[in-house]
């Protein structure tokens, strides 16, 4: 079993950035890829970026567009994503993930572990 903890959430101004975390415990979680989902009010879950469990491979939505960066830090059990220049838009709860997801990256049902979330609020 692996257990997902995020946190860095929050409320910010439009352009703002922000670090989110999320910390893993159980033994498998260097051998896990670890990505970032999240849903807005109404909206279904959506991709935002996975990291494969040796760092070497990193996957983006189409529409992050070089402002988040995910990242790993296999010995700290521990994934971040970094959000530059946030947007109203990008307002939802962002959920870790965490599994064995092979071609199927965006798809939330490719991941066999979820965190509980983080709320970010983007606002003037």
């Known amino acids: 079993q692996v257990q997902l903890v995020e946190s860095g959430g929050g409320l910010v101004q439009p352009g703002d950035s922000l670090i989110l975390s999320c910390v893993a415990s159980?033994?498998?979680?260097?051998?896990?890829?670890m990505g970032w989902f999240r849903q807005a009010p109404g909206k279904e879950r959506q991709f935002v970026a996975t990291?494969?469990?040796?760092?070497?491979?990193?996957y983006y939505a189409d529409w992050v567009k070089g402002r988040f960066t995910i990242s790993r830090d296999n010995t700290k059990s521990t994934v971040y994503l970094r959000m530059n220049d946030l947007r109203p838009d990008d307002a939802a709860v962002y959920y870790c993930?965490?599994?064995?997801?092979?071609?199927?990256?965006?798809?939330?049902?490719?991941?066999?572990?979820w965190g509980q979330g983080t709320q970010v609020t983007v606002s003037s």
């Open positions: 990291i494969s469990y040796s760092r070497s491979n990193t």
């Open positions: 993930a965490a599994g064995r997801p092979g071609p199927q990256v965006g798809e939330a049902a490719a991941y066999g572990y």
């Open positions: 159980g033994r498998t979680f260097s051998s896990l890829a």
